[in-house]
C-alpha cells in the first residue's frame, strides 16, 4: 500500500512563491514516475510537472506545463521519500488543488499520461490573488 500526503498550499498574492511536498510512504515501484497535477474548479485535472526515479537515479525528464516552464521547479529527494514543488511567479491562473501521484514506468524514463497514475495523494489548495 501507498500512501502520498501533500502539504505546503496556501494562499499568497500574485507574484508569491510556495513550495509544495508530497511525502510517500510504502514501497512504490523500482522505476517510476512522481508528477504534480492540478485541478481548479470547472476544469479538468491537468498535469504540471513529472520525474522519473529508476535504477537508484532520479531524472528530470523535462515534463512541464508550458504555463509553469521557467516558474515551477519538479525535485525528489530519495533519501526522505518526498516530493516537492517549488513554485515561484505564482499567478491567480495558478490557483488550484495540487495532487502529488505515483505510476509505474519504464526503464529509461518516459512518464505516461494522468490516467496511468494509480497512486494520489488528497491534495493541497493553492490560491493565488491578484
Known amino acids: 500500500l501507498v500512501q502520498l500526503v501533500e502539504s505546503g498550499g496556501g494562499s499568497v498574492e500574485s507574484g508569491g512563491s510556495l513550495r509544495l511536498s508530497c511525502a510517500a510512504y510504502g514501497y512504490i515501484y523500482s522505476s517510476y514516475c512522481m508528477g504534480w497535477f492540478r485541478q481548479a474548479p470547472g476544469k479538468e485535472r491537468e498535469g504540471v510537472a513529472t520525474?522519473?526515479?529508476?535504477?537508484?537515479?532520479?531524472?528530470?525528464?523535462?515534463s512541464y506545463a508550458d504555463s509553469v516552464k521557467g516558474r515551477f521547479t519538479i525535485s525528489q529527494d530519495n533519501a526522505k521519500n518526498t516530493l516537492y514543488l517549488q513554485m515561484n511567479s505564482l499567478k491567480p491562473d495558478d490557483t488550484a488543488m495540487y495532487y502529488c501521484a505515483a505510476a509505474w514506468a519504464p526503464y529509461g524514463g518516459g512518464c505516461p499520461s494522468k490516467e496511468r497514475y494509480n497512486y494520489w495523494g488528497q491534495g493541497t489548495q493553492v490560491t493565488v490573488s491578484s
Open positions: 520525474i522519473y526515479t529508476g535504477g537508484g537515479s532520479t531524472y528530470n525528464v523535462d
